[in-house]
């Protein structure tokens, strides 16, 4: 679950741009039927540059080609935030979404 600031346009952005299929439960609600997903458990850690406090959350999305799927992506009009970079456990980038704020998108190093 997100929270925005602009939930509306966030749902739109998710529906048209991300092409996720949703049920809209009425007056523009839409409910997401997402694909498969992982999950993973990260340390906290609030004294490093990156650190998280216990208790946050995250969200990613994984794909097969990060570089074809950032090119999708761009062309339906996705703003994106650097490079695509080698984190070690995958190639990453992140896509700025409605209520500003920043999602990651990685191809996973490791097997699935």
Request: with cysteine; proline share 4%.
């Amino acid at each position: 679950m997100f929270y925005s600031s602009q939930a509306k346009e966030l749902r739109l952005f998710l529906r048209d741009k991300l092409g996720f299929k949703a049920t809209d439960i009425g007056e523009g609600w839409l409910i997401f039927d997402l694909p498969e997903g992982d999950m993973g458990v990260h340390p906290s850690d609030e004294s490093a540059r990156d650190g998280a406090p216990s208790g946050t959350r995250d969200i990613s999305f994984y794909c097969d080609d990060i570089e074809q799927t950032v090119a999708e992506l761009k062309s339906r009009g996705v703003e994106f935030k650097g490079e695509i970079e080698d984190h070690g456990y995958g190639l990453v980038t992140f896509f700025k979404v409605p209520g500003d704020f920043y999602l990651q998108l990685y191809q996973p190093h490791y097997s699935k």
